[in-house]
């Protein structure tokens, strides 16, 4: 499971908390950031708005 790679998995626009609000984390604007965002932490879940 560990190998699995979960950016395969992860949408373009990633809610990510800042302390304050959510904000997005766009996959084109910021590849390094968005690519970062879904190992930036096994308990947190990455909150995409439906």
């Known amino acids: ?6 950016e395969l998995f992860a949408p373009d626009r990633p809610w990510q908390w ?3 609000a ?3 984390v766009d996959r084109h604007a910021d590849p390094d950031r968005w690519a970062a965002e ?3 932490s096994q308990d947190a879940a990455a909150v995409i708005p439906v």
């Open 1 to 6: 499971m560990a190998a699995l790679p979960r």
């Open 38 to 40: 879904p190992y930036a």
């Open 18 to 20: 800042d302390g304050h």
């Open 22 to 24: 959510y904000a997005a």
